[in-house]
């Protein structure tokens, strides 16, 4: 290898380095900033995710649609669910397991679940706040959401749930 080859592969070496580099740097910002990844823990939203499957989120909104599907954290814990309400919206869990927004029932056809009150601190009917959300987990039934600690506020929710990955039954 004379010394022209011996440079241009230093050169090589040294452009792989620097774009290795960059793309590690960029995957950084990506996923520190701007997306985030977590495990669905357990069976609280079934059947829309189930226990394994790897959610990709989406850190940069700040504010939340009815709907949308939210990783938030809760005494420490990681927890995924639904918003049902945002600030200024009215809840109310009924005595027969209904949800009311704003005095409406509101029509779950997703749900296969009733909606039971808990026996908790939360009083009905409970107005939001601004920078408020009334979570609920898809399997209604002794899931930890709103009804059994209140409202979560913006800064416990990591972001939108975007994109999911079956770890199980692919």
Request: proline letters at 5%; one cysteine or more.
């Amino acid at each position: 290898m004379n010394e022209t080859q011996r440079r241009r592969a230093l050169a090589d070496v040294k452009e792989f380095f620097l774009r290795a580099g960059a793309l590690a740097a960029l995957l950084l910002v990506l996923f520190g900033v701007v997306f985030g990844l977590a495990i669905q823990p357990d069976d609280t939203m079934y059947p829309h995710f189930k226990p394994g499957d790897l959610l990709l989120y989406y850190r940069l909104p700040r504010s939340f649609a009815a709907g949308e599907v939210v990783v938030f954290t809760q005494d420490d814990r990681r927890c995924t669910g639904r918003v049902a309400a945002r600030g200024g919206d009215t809840v109310e869990v009924t005595e027969n397991a209904l949800l009311r927004i704003n005095g409406s029932l509101v029509a779950e056809p997703d749900i296969y679940e009733t909606t039971p009150r808990y026996d908790s601190d939360v009083t009905y009917p409970l107005t939001l706040a601004d920078g408020e959300y009334f979570i609920l987990c898809d399997a209604r039934e002794g899931a930890p959401d709103s009804r059994r600690y209140g409202p979560v506020t913006a800064e416990n929710i990591a972001g939108r749930v975007i994109a999911i990955v079956r770890r199980n039954e692919i």
